[in-house]
């Protein structure tokens, strides 16, 4: 929304500027012109100053306070009156509220690796992550399986040494995080990547998941179904592996 907002704004001002530099030159000749540029200078100035804004939000440190953060913001954009919206920020703004929920995926992978880790799901009495997911909050065991799916494939892990692992699936992890790859996505690479043998290459593996990666930020998620096959086609042509 950041940067969106901020390219309209500027346009618009970059816009009202030029109209208020030539305006003096044509006071003698058209008074009405004249009357009419202060109001869009003035709609520019405000759709300049929104974007100044937006960009001077101090963002909290806690995770807690940047949650709670996300949740009021999305409350009243649910409420935001857009039919006031111009097309063009309408637009702008489903590009950005798409590639947030993408991004909310892999915090959402984050989070469930701590819980994870540290066990938390038994302080509110589960014996399980995906029970917590499933029961705790309601989201069914179908969800709370994908969830785990996801954790596994882009979640950052901590080794017995204390020392942070890569995701398992490097190239999608940065694809979710810059917001072009989502939770539906990473689940159809895994789904193809459990299928590809076990004596493949370790270099045949990587190139395989490069390749799903860079396709995920064209295409849908089903739509990477074909290529996966081809892909396991090519590591496996004769069925042998």
Do not use: N, W
């Not at 999305?74 to 009156?81: E, G, Q, S, T």
């Not at 590639?99 to 701590?114: K, Q, S």
């Not at 509110?124 to 705790?136: E, I, L, M, N, P």
């Not at 270099?203 to 290529?227: G, S």
Request: include cysteine; proline fraction near 5%; aromatic fraction near 2%.
């Amino acid at each position: 929304m950041v940067d969106g907002d901020a390219g309209v704004g500027d346009a618009v001002a970059g816009e009202a500027l030029t109209e208020a530099g030539s305006a003096p030159a044509d006071a003698g000749s058209a008074p009405s012109d004249v009357g009419s540029a202060p109001v869009d200078a003035g709609s520019a100035r405000a759709d300049a100053a929104d974007s100044a804004a937006v960009e001077e939000v101090v963002l909290p440190e806690s995770p807690l306070g940047l949650a709670a953060l996300i949740e009021a913001a999305v409350v009243k954009l649910a409420a935001a009156p857009l039919g006031l919206v111009s097309d063009a920020d309408v637009l702008a703004t489903v590009e950005t509220v798409e590639a947030a929920r993408r991004r909310v995926d892999g915090a959402c992978a984050g989070l469930f690796v701590e819980v994870s880790d540290r066990e938390l799901y038994s302080v509110v009495g589960h014996t399980s992550v995906k029970r917590f997911y499933a029961q705790h909050h309601r989201l069914g065991a179908g969800e709370a399986k994908r969830r785990a799916q996801v954790a596994a494939a882009i979640g950052v892990f901590t080794a017995m040494t204390g020392e942070k692992l890569p995701p398992k699936r490097e190239p999608v992890a940065t694809g979710v995080t810059e917001g072009e790859i989502s939770a539906e996505h990473v689940c159809e690479v895994e789904q193809i990547m459990a299928k590809v043998p076990r004596a493949a290459s370790q270099d045949d593996v990587d190139t395989a998941v490069e390749i799903m990666a860079t396709a995920a930020r064209e295409l849908a998620p089903a739509d990477l179904r074909p290529l996966g096959q081809r892909l396991l086609a090519h590591l496996d042509p004769d069925g042998s592996l």
